[in-house]
């Protein structure tokens, strides 16, 4: 009786919704309905378009490329398309459902990402509206690399890992064990599976401090055999360890911080960067009531600190450290208003809200069926949720490419890297590019190239010569745009609020020269590589 009883409660609980559902549904609402931009914000990025044509090249060949697909620039030089895995399932929803299905895929990614987030810091034992409030800055601060890239797959990853883990520390479950196997995924997904090696290195660094200090070392053992088997786990890939050597180079590269936005130091002049810098501070003041507290660095501080300066010096890193620090936050919030609450009133409204809060946070505890069916509902509605079906016109130059389309075809183009990106969605395989957003590819040869051209510094002329232009398509905000109108090799053919159009006189014939009749993709570059 009392097992059946048992059974119809569970099920009971199972087919309740509860705050973390809402939490759930409503997030892309806030995030991806309610703003001007909506679902398009999501496609923000032009690499998008890349992404979708490696991963379609995968598909075809059944292997990861090595060697360069997109460019006239570097043609067949090596490649390592880090994120394949990643790109073929944006490749396999781009056929399902165009870039639509593509950006509600991300959108799906980021929302279990936020749920995830928001279970952690309750398990951490923060007050419900602690909680709620450390998850919305976290989630605020986190939105600045909100776009349907590979990245978000980093986010799921890292937010499941690291409640694992902090599961683990409490009470050992085999279940941190799953972490080995997933980062042979993760690994394939996105380089920043070498964020989860980080962190565990430092849980590793602080377990063995304890070890050297108290004479335990179980907990060292344990955290470094689950190291070192995700290490291990990062060699399955198609490139071995030369993934490791071109991503940690690439990492280092004084000239991509120069050139890259996202790998520069973050501005605090937008909204998701202030709520980046609420948690900055309190993530250090966290830190440093700890350390008085405890008298030595844990894991988790260990990881606020590391990833404070990470995220300080790139903003590419301001979402691991939102997720990084937020349970800790919370955690340390709701125990200073704990105490504080010891000697107020029962009545006082301080004591009041900590305990609605508290079953708020025993609400926001749990999960139910609702989270799966709200997911099958937006698969379901997917053609009702107004998705996009392109790139927004306003920041990539679809009209111009239109009026154009057969002229451009098969031309060598200069344009700005993230219009390569465009273009290559649009075009490839038949229009090639000079660059694109694969910086870790081009490198500085032709990074500073495109910059002086693109600035239209001392011999740019002889650049734009020197690899055969015939076409030059670009914002009127280009320097060189300006020295253009006064050459007279060069004719504006174009121009409307995004984009000018430059043909190099005589430039059909000079592209046909270059590239010869019906170049648009040889025997060898069909061939698997």
């Known amino acids: 009786m009392h097992g059946k009883e048992d059974q119809l409660r569970g099920w009971r609980r199972w087919l309740t919704p509860s705050f973390a559902d809402l939490f759930f549904i409503t997030l892309p609402v806030w995030l991806f309905v309610a703003p001007a931009d909506g679902w398009r914000g999501l496609l923000g990025d032009g690499d998008t378009g890349w992404h979708i044509r490696t991963g379609e090249w995968v598909l075809a060949y059944g292997t990861a490329p090595r060697v360069d697909l997109f460019s006239f620039s570097r043609p067949g030089d090596p490649w390592y398309a880090w994120e394949w895995l990643a790109d073929v399932a944006m490749a396999g929803l781009h056929r399902w459902g165009g870039l639509g299905a593509v950006a509600l895929a991300a959108a799906v990614v980021i929302s279990l990402f936020a749920l995830i987030l928001l279970r952690h810091v309750i398990w951490s034992g923060a007050n419900g509206f602690v909680g709620l409030m450390v998850t919305w800055l976290a989630i605020g601060a986190a939105s600045t690399h909100f776009l349907a890239r590979p990245h978000v797959f980093t986010l799921l990853f890292l937010a499941g890992g690291l409640w694992l883990l902090a599961i683990d520390r409490k009470r050992q479950t085999p279940w941190i064990w799953a972490m080995a196997p997933l980062t042979v995924v993760w690994t394939n997904l996105h380089s920043g599976v070498f964020g989860w090696i980080a962190c565990l290195g430092l849980w590793f660094v602080s377990d063995v401090w304890v070890a050297w200090k108290t004479g335990i070392q179980v907990r060292a053992r344990r955290t470094g055999w689950l190291l070192a088997a995700c290490i291990a786990g990062t060699l399955v890939n198609p490139y071995s360890f030369e993934l490791h050597r071109h991503v940690f180079s690439y990492m280092r590269s004084d000239w991509?911080?120069?050139?890259?936005?996202?790998?520069?130091?973050?501005?605090?002049?937008?909204?998701?960067?202030?709520?980046?810098?609420?948690?900055?501070?309190?993530?250090?003041?966290?830190?440093?009531?700890?350390?008085?507290?405890?008298?030595?660095?844990?894991?988790?501080?260990?990881?606020?600190?590391?990833?404070?300066?990470m995220a300080l010096g790139s903003v590419r890193h301001v979402p691991i450290y939102a997720l990084v620090a937020a349970p800790l936050i919370a955690s340390e919030l709701t125990g200073a208003w704990r105490r504080v609450c010891r000697h107020s009133p029962r009545s006082s409204l301080g004591r009041v809200l900590f305990d609605m809060g508290a079953g708020l946070g025993r609400a926001m505890g749990r999960s139910s069926a609702w989270a799966a069916l709200a997911l099958a509902a937006a698969a379901g509605f997917a053609g009702h949720l107004a998705l996009p079906g392109n790139f927004d016109p306003a920041k990539f130059p679809e009209a111009m490419l239109d009026r154009h389309r057969g002229e451009l075809m098969n031309a060598r183009i200069l344009a700005p890297d993230e219009w390569g990106d465009y273009l290559i969605y649009r075009a490839w395989p038949e229009q090639r590019v000079f660059i694109d957003g694969r910086t870790d590819f081009y490198g500085p040869r032709v990074g500073n190239e495109y910059v002086r051209m693109m600035e239209g510094k001392p011999g740019w002329n002889r650049l734009l010569a020197a690899h055969g232009f015939t076409h030059v398509l670009c914002p009127a905000t280009w320097p060189l745009a300006e020295l253009l109108k006064t050459q007279g090799a060069w004719r504006l053919a174009d121009s409307d609020r995004l984009a000018l159009l430059f043909v190099r006189e005589g430039g059909s014939e000079t592209a046909h020269l270059l590239l010869g009749p019906g170049t648009a993709e040889s025997k060898e570059d069909k061939a698997p590589r």
């Open 256 to 309: 991509i911080r120069d050139m890259v936005q996202e790998f520069q130091s973050p501005s605090f002049r937008s909204g998701n960067m202030r709520l980046f810098e609420i948690l900055l501070i309190l993530g250090l003041m966290t830190v440093a009531w700890r350390l008085w507290r405890d008298r030595r660095f844990t894991g988790e501080t260990l990881m606020v600190v590391f990833w404070a300066h």
